[in-house]
Each structure stands twice: as structure tokens, then as C-alpha cells.
């Protein structure tokens, strides 16, 4: 009987060994360098209610109209696996009746869920993530968790590779001018607008201005910007991000192209992109998003956040990720030794080390491998040994073998 091999879902890979040392380094990093700011960990569900999602991303969005993993469930609800972490942490603030403490400030990370072509950087199930600083309307919040990402960024060596792009999307009176300048700008030009552009001209023209049809990229080069609409007051509040950002040291671009893919943004929108990866450059991206907390159920709340992708951050680190320490092996020979071996190993974790046990063949073979696996010592311990309470340990770097009691080996080897 032969079993055909099984194979993972097109759009989703396995991390092993050094790609998910890379990945658990760039999470590490982020949980460090957010928490300096304050930030705090959330853990919210993979999948929600789907509407969740499409009452929060904007039935416009790419996400919602073909990129959302739904389902019916057994009850005949319908899921949604998250494609991003924002309406998920906004769920469970209003659920958890956290709008009552402001400011929250919030980390995440974990897998998101796309069905989008699979290609270079991306994926179908990826990774972010990501901050929220839920409370403050101040423009300086902005540029603070502007500041946390690329300070997380310089930290995985790759801001240097990276330039923040900074837009704003001003306030409601000043969209809503910039939409009515947009519509006007592309009826002109309706038949040269891809198909799923000329539905956003009526739905939601701003989204045409995120579009990647080439098409509709060459009308985009020429169509109206933002910052002739801005009122008085959104010019402020941009001005006020920008000078705090040169305050926090973080250089940046002006691009009044971005408009962000998901339709809660306002005031500022931002990436982090790189042109080190291709086709998919950004890697860090985000904004204010100061109507969704109402939209999921909960008081008028101001926000302001950012998700990364970390597949495309380790791609850009250059730098290997930190390995394990190096580990001390334990070479029993006999079945008297074997035995003997178990409270030394477990001596050994108890006072932090990385202890493993040799489990089988001739002591060359287990030296052999040892070695293969970049042990710092090998611990040869046969009946004589035992008899006398002591271990043969040979440091695997100089070669010299010393005889040392059994009793103070986790203080010889820390
Ligand atoms: P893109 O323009 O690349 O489609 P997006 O606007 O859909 O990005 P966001 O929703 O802002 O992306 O997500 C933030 C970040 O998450 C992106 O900048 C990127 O680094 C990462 N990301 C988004 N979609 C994918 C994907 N399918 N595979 C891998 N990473 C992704
Ligand atoms: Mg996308």
C-alpha cells in the first residue's frame, strides 16, 4: 500500500531551523522595543465573526471583496480568519468595556490570513505585527508609534534600507472635498479605469488611488493630491506629526499617494517601504484610524496604529538571527551510566543550561555528532568514572579533556 505524500496549502510555508529564528527574532525585537514605550501584549482570536472585518476594512477594500478566508461554521455562522489585526483588537477593547480606560496601548503578533496570489512576499498565511495606541487625538501620538516602529526597524539593522512615506488623509470635510475632486478627475477618463476602479468611482473613489492595475496606476500619476482640500484644521494636525517625528529623529518622505488599503484611515497614513524586495516593498504600514472603534459598537475613540510583515522584515535582515547557546552533551556508556546520566542532565538544565543527551552508538559516532551539532563540551561518563563519581570533560573547541566531579558540574560549566 503506498499513501500519496500530502503537501501544505499553496500560500503557506513551514518555518524550521533558521526561518523561524528569524521570524521569533523579529517578534522578540518588536515585544522589546514596544514595551520600552509601553505597550502591552494582546492575544486576540485568528478567526471573528466575519463582520468583524466587513463592517470595519470597507466593502471597497481588496481584503474584503476577494481576499477574506470565510466559512460557514457548524452552526452556520459565518467566520472569518483575520487578514489583519486592527478590527480584532478594536472587537475586544468595546467587548472587554476598555474605551472606559484610555489610553491602551497595544502589541500583537501572529498569523493573518489573505487569499491573494502567492508570489514573492506573499503569502496566503504571513505574519505582522503590530502596534495600537487607542485614546490620544494628539498628533504627537502619531509620530510616537511612528518612532517605535522605526526605532524596531533599526534594531533589526534594516531601517537603513527602509524610507518611511508619510500622507495624510485629513478630517471628513477634508475627504469629502479631495472624493468630489477625485470623481470629477476620473469621469473624464472612466473607460481607461480597470473594472474594479470604475465601481470604486462610485463607492469609494480614494480607493483608485490604491489601486496596482498599471492601467489605472498611469491615471493615478496624474490625478489630483490631498493637500489642496485640507482644511485648516487637518493641515495643523499634519504639520504637528511632522514636526514631531524630526523631534523624535525619524527621517521621512512626503508622498501624497498613499491612501492606505483599508478605508478606516484618517489624518495620517504611513509605510515603510524598501526597494530591496521587489514588487512588495512595504514592510511597515499604518495610520490613524480614529472612526473604527464607533464602527465596531463602542464610543468615539481616537487610535493611531501600524502592522508589519515579518516575512518581508526577515527577508530584509541581512544579519543571521541569534542561535541557541551552544549545548553541553552527556555520553553515557553503559546501562548503569545511562541511568546515572538522567539527575546530571536534569542538574544541569536546573541551573540554565542547554543539556542534551547522546543516546546511542560508539562513543566516536557520539563525539561525531556532538561536534555536528556545535556542542561547547562533551560529558563522557562510562563505569569507572561513575565508581569514582567524576566525568571526562572535553571542551569541543580546545580539545582538552579534564577530569571533573560529577557534583560541581553545573558551576564548572556556567
Ligand atoms: P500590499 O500593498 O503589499 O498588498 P497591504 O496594504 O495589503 O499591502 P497591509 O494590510 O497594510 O498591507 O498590511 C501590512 C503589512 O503586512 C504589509 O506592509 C506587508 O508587509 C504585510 N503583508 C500584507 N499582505 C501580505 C501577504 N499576503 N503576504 C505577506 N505579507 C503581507
Ligand atoms: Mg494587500
Known amino acids: 500500500m503506498s499513501s500519496e505524500k500530502l503537501q501544505s496549502v499553496r500560500g503557506t510555508h513551514d518555518l524550521i531551523g533558521e526561518a523561524h529564528r528569524r521570524h521569533a527574532h523579529v517578534v522578540a525585537t518588536a515585544r522589546a522595543i514596544s514595551g520600552?514605550?509601553?505597550?502591552?501584549?494582546?492575544?486576540?482570536?485568528?478567526?471573528?465573526?466575519?463582520r468583524v472585518f466587513s463592517r470595519t476594512l470597507g466593502d471597497t477594500s481588496d481584503v474584503v471583496t476577494k481576499e477574506m478566508y470565510s466559512f460557514s461554521d457548524r452552526g452556520g455562522e459565518s467566520i472569518t480568519l483575520r487578514p489583519e489585526g486592527t478590527a480584532g483588537i478594536c472587537r475586544a477593547l468595546v467587548q472587554n468595556g476598555l474605551t472606559q480606560s484610555l489610553p491602551q496601548k497595544v502589541f500583537y503578533a501572529g498569523p493573518m490570513f489573505r487569499y491573494e496570489r502567492p508570489q514573492k512576499g506573499r503569502q496566503r498565511q504571513f505574519h505582522q505585527i503590530g502596534l495600537e495606541l487607542i485614546g490620544p487625538a494628539e498628533p504627537l501620538a502619531d509620530a510616537e508609534v511612528i518612532a517605535c516602529g522605526w526605532n524596531i526597524l533599526e534594531a533589526l539593522g534594516v531601517a537603513q534600507d527602509t524610507v518611511l512615506e508619510l500622507n495624510t488623509l485629513g478630517d471628513g470635510e477634508s475627504r469629502a472635498a479631495y472624493r468630489a475632486a477625485l470623481v470629477e478627475y476620473f469621469s473624464d477618463h472612466v473607460g481607461q479605469l480597470s473594472e474594479d476602479s470604475q465601481a470604486?468611482?462610485?463607492?469609494?473613489?480614494?480607493?483608485?488611488?490604491?489601486?496596482?492595475?498599471?492601467?489605472?496606476?498611469?491615471?493615478?500619476?496624474?490625478?489630483?493630491?490631498?493637500l489642496p482640500y485640507l482644511t485648516d484644521a487637518a493641515a495643523r494636525f499634519y504639520d504637528g506629526v511632522k514636526s514631531n517625528l524630526a523631534r523624535f529623529g525619524v527621517p521621512f518622505v512626503e508622498n501624497p499617494r498613499i491612501v492606505r488599503g483599508l478605508d478606516y484611515y484618517s489624518h495620517t497614513a504611513f509605510e515603510f517601504v524598501t526597494s530591496r524586495l521587489g514588487a512588495q516593498g512595504t514592510v511597515l504600514a499604518g495610520g490613524r484610524y480614529d472612526g473604527l472603534v464607533a464602527e465596531m459598537g463602542g464610543p468615539p475613540t481616537p487610535a493611531v496604529g501600524w502592522?508589519?510583515?515579518?516575512?518581508?522584515?526577515?527577508?530584509?535582515?541581512t544579519a543571521p538571527p541569534p542561535a541557541p547557546p551552544?549545548?553541553?552533551?552527556?555520553?553515557?556508556?553503559?546501562?548503569?551510566?545511562?541511568?546515572?546520566?538522567?539527575?546530571?542532565?536534569?542538574?544541569?538544565?536546573?541551573?540554565?543550561?542547554?543539556?542534551?543527551?547522546?543516546?546511542r552508538g560508539n562513543l566516536k559516532r557520539r563525539m561525531e555528532r556532538a561536534n555536528r551539532i556545535g556542542a561547547r563540551a562533551a560529558l563522557i561518563l562510562g563505569e569507572d568514572e561513575l565508581a569514582r563519581g567524576v566525568v571526562q570533560l572535553k571542551d569541543l573547541g580546545t580539545g582538552t579533556q579534564t577530569e571533573t566531579p560529577i557534583a560541581g558540574l553545573p558551576q564548572t560549566l556556567s
Open 326 to 359: 551552544a549545548p553541553v552533551v552527556l555520553i553515557p556508556l553503559g546501562e548503569a551510566a545511562e541511568a546515572a546520566a538522567i539527575p546530571i542532565l536534569q542538574a544541569l538544565r536546573a541551573a540554565g543550561l542547554r543539556a542534551e543527551m547522546e543516546y
Open 36 to 50: 520600552r514605550y509601553g505597550f502591552e501584549e494582546w492575544a486576540t482570536p485568528i478567526f471573528e465573526d466575519t
Open 200 to 226: 470604486r468611482l462610485a463607492r469609494n473613489p480614494m480607493r483608485i488611488v490604491d489601486s496596482k492595475d498599471p492601467g489605472d496606476r498611469d491615471l493615478v500619476s496624474g490625478a489630483p493630491t490631498i
Open 307 to 317: 502592522a508589519a510583515g515579518i516575512e518581508r522584515l526577515a527577508a530584509l535582515m
